[in-house]
């Protein structure tokens, strides 16, 4: 009858809730837990990310500079052969 709980009802009642918050208690725990790591993630993405774009945008203004740096000798070649009888 103990087992029950027919002879202390109220004794069974705040045993339950009390495991019953013990219970939920330790979710949120892990969720926030999960939460935590969740952010810590999107921060290496976003650093990752971050220096993928810088890597590519060095890349190509490097690119880019040495195009323009070898048309304006090639510009100048013609110029010179053009003066020069």
């Known amino acids: 009858m103990l087992a029950s709980g027919l002879l202390f009802p109220d004794a069974m009642k705040t045993i339950c809730s009390l495991l019953l918050a013990g219970a939920m208690a330790a979710g949120v725990a892990a969720a ?23 890597k590519g945008i060095k890349k190509g203004t490097k690119k880019g500079v040495h195009k323009a740096a070898s048309k304006t000798e090639e510009g ?6 053009k003066t020069n009888p």
């Open 32 to 54: 926030q837990e999960s939460a935590k790591q969740d952010m810590k993630d999107a921060g290496s993405d976003v650093k990752s990310a971050a220096k993928h774009t810088g």
């Open 76 to 81: 100048a070649a013609k110029v010179k052969d």
